[in-house]
């Protein structure tokens, strides 16, 4: 009797857990860098996209689950053009990071998360606890999907599809 009222907590705590629409100004504040070294915000990347639907991929070369979804990522980019496609890795070796970017032919923006995946503000925000995580951000700058960890999720191809 206690393990069913104990699974009808977590399953009621699971379904009515509500989901960021917005990032939190710190998570904003996380400075990426980009293929060229250079440093950019979070804030600043989503404004370059502003209008535009976008899928941040969080992934790793390091991350045999990140690897075995770059065939799905890439099926998503071509059935949606349109759509932005954010690679954040969270790498702490910016040389493996670009090889791993040209050895699976990955087309986007990229940025790299230089504290990796333990640490940062973006990664405590969204309680990153697994690789590859999946997000999407509508034209209108709202999280619409704020967390998939398989690229084939259902879930992915439904918010992707709809417009704002």
């Known amino acids: 009797m206690k393990k069913l009222f104990l699974l009808l907590i977590i399953v009621f705590i ?10 939190s100004t ?5 400075m ?3 293929l060229d070294d250079s440093k950019i915000t979070l804030r600043e990347v989503l ?21 075995v979804g770059v065939p799905k990522v890439k099926e998503l980019q071509k059935e949606f053009p349109g759509v932005v496609f954010l690679f954040l890795s969270v790498d702490r070796s910016n040389p493996s990071w670009k090889r791993a970017i040209k050895r699976y032919n ?7 998360l230089p504290e990796g995946m333990k640490d940062g503000k973006f ?25 998939a960890t398989n690229a084939a ?12």
């Open 123 to 147: 990664v405590d925000f969204i309680n990153l606890n697994w690789i590859p995580r999946y997000m999407v951000i509508d034209e209108t700058g709202e999280i619409t999907l704020f967390k």
């Open 47 to 67: 404004y370059n996209y502003k209008r535009k639907k976008i899928f941040i991929d969080v992934w790793a070369s390091w991350c045999k689950d990140c690897i």
């Open 26 to 30: 710190d998570a904003y504040k996380e």
């Open 32 to 34: 990426l860098i980009g």
């Open 14 to 23: 699971s379904c009515n857990s509500e989901q960021p629409t917005q990032f």
């Open 153 to 164: 999720d259902k879930k992915i191809k439904e918010v992707l599809k709809k417009i704002k």
């Open 106 to 112: 990955l087309k986007g923006v990229h940025y790299n």
